[in-house]
């Protein structure tokens, strides 16, 4: 693989991942498909030759199974939710997941259907 190669590597795991210490959510497949003029899949495929761990797709179930792959980790979930002096975007923040995934999974807890 060339340097030119590896610095493109680099910056296609970059947008994919953001920056989670400040919060940056990285870009969806489809949006750097849409930048390089490629298919989604052709970007899903570059990253997992890259060693790139993939974000699960949506769904409803996909809450669940997220919050459950951190817990595997040893994360605290529950008690970085239950702190009251972070916000709910920190939190996600902190966990690696959008906002919305925290409140699907709240209100699961709390018998809804979410």
Excluded: C, W
């Amino acid at each position: 693989m060339t340097k030119i190669a590896t610095a493109m590597d680099y910056e296609l795991a970059k947008l994919y991942n953001g920056d989670p210490d400040k919060g940056v959510r990285g870009l969806s497949l489809s949006e750097i498909a849409d930048i390089f003029k490629t298919h989604p899949n052709t970007i899903r495929d570059r990253l997992q030759k890259l060693g790139v761990e993939l974000r699960p797709r949506g769904g409803a179930h996909n809450t669940i199974l997220e919050l459950d792959k951190l817990r595997s980790k040893g994360i605290d979930i529950d008690g970085i939710l239950s702190d009251t002096k972070t916000t709910l975007e920190q939190k996600a923040v902190m966990l690696h997941v959008h906002p919305q995934t925290i409140r699907n999974y709240l209100k699961r807890q709390k018998g809804g259907r979410g």
